[in-house]
């Protein structure tokens, strides 16, 4: 089983809806969650980061983390065309340990 | 510089041969790190520095391959004896500390032939 599950997609979302990309974990004792955005050909991008239970939001972006399931969530409000690329969950055990990613989404917004 | 550099952003050499790959951090960051990346999955952990120590290799294949930090800023990843299967992009992270957000360079491409 990979430590870091993800939907590999496309998930396809016409513009201005609401896009959820998912990902689960198998290491219960995970302390820190983040969400990359990688474009075609470019290296990734941290765009959030979750360490509670909870939501945070920072814009049109919300991460969700329920540590008793062990899933993070991304969702992307009013999606736009620029938001096209593969999103990225990693998962770090404690603060001094290397962070392991998922094999990544493919979003596609559809005008 | 502004971001994290790494060079060359291409490299192609013929299998068997010898390979370094050069990552120069944010200035300030303590933490490095080195990634490798194939189409259609995501990085993976190959080695991470504190300062001009390894804290964790674990990531690392096998014994062709072995990165240094000497002053604690540059880190060179060197590949002996390179193998068809070691291409891949390799990505470089820098940050500030070791719980603190990662701040990837563009990567080099590397082709073995």
């Known amino acids: 089983q990979k430590e870091v599950e993800q939907n590999s997609g496309p998930l396809s979302v016409p513009e201005g809806a609401i896009a959820s990309l998912n990902c689960t974990y198998s290491d219960r004792g995970s302390q820190s969650f983040f969400w990359y955005r990688q474009y075609s050909g470019k290296s990734p991008e941290l765009i959030m980061s979750?360490?509670?239970?909870g939501d945070k939001e920072d814009g049109r972006f919300t991460a969700q983390l329920n540590k008793a399931s062990q899933y993070v969530s991304l969702l992307i409000r009013d999606s736009q065309p620029s938001d096209s690329a593969t999103y990225l969950c990693a998962v770090r055990y404690s603060s001094a340990s290397k962070i392991i990613f998922g094999s990544g989404t493919r979003l596609s917004i559809r005008p | 510089g502004a971001g994290v550099s790494q060079t060359p952003s291409n490299k192609v050499t013929e299998k068997g041969k010898y390979v370094e790959l050069r990552c120069d951090p944010i200035s300030g960051h303590t933490a490095l790190y080195w990634y490798r990346q194939s189409l259609g999955q995501g990085p993976e952990f190959l080695i991470y520095?504190?300062?001009?120590?390894?804290?964790?290799d674990s990531g690392l294949p096998n014994d062709r391959f072995f990165a240094v930090r000497p002053e604690g800023s540059v880190s060179t990843l060197k590949i002996q004896r390179t193998e068809r299967g070691d291409s891949a992009v390799y990505l470089c992270?820098?940050?500030?500390?070791?719980?603190?957000?990662?701040?990837f360079g563009d990567g080099t491409r590397l082709s073995i032939l």
């Open positions: 979750i360490y509670s239970n």
């Open positions: 520095f504190q300062g001009t120590g390894a804290a964790d």
């Open positions: 992270a820098s940050s500030f500390g070791e719980d603190q957000p990662q701040h």
